[in-house]
């Protein structure tokens, strides 16, 4: 299992991007959180095997209807799993 953090630059806030990444990261086996952040951003840490993580960060690029993504930053985030769904986080979860 792999641990990758994504950050989502654009209109990515107020499209309901979030509520979207986490459908997405669920049909995709996925488990982790998303959230907003104070730069008009949205963070993503997400587990999974390699090939989903490549399709969620396929779809981050493009976004829902209405974002306009500017790009996507993808990192590894160190760890152990931790997460056992996909959810929607208030803020940074850690």
Do not use: C
């Not at 107020?14 to 990261?25: D, L, S, W």
């Not at 493009?62 to 590894?76: L, Q, T």
């Amino acid at each position: 299992m792999t641990r990758a953090r994504f950050v989502v630059r654009g209109v990515v806030q107020g499209v309901n991007f979030r509520a979207a990444a986490a459908r997405e990261a669920t049909a995709r086996g996925l488990a982790g959180r998303v959230w907003n952040r104070a730069d008009g951003a949205v963070e993503l840490v997400a587990e999974g095997d390699a090939p989903s993580l490549d399709a969620l960060q396929a779809w981050l690029s493009r976004g829902p209807r209405f974002a306009r993504v500017e790009g996507v930053d993808r990192s590894p985030a160190g760890g152990e799993p931790r997460y056992r769904d996909f959810a929607i986080a208030d803020g940074a979860p850690e």
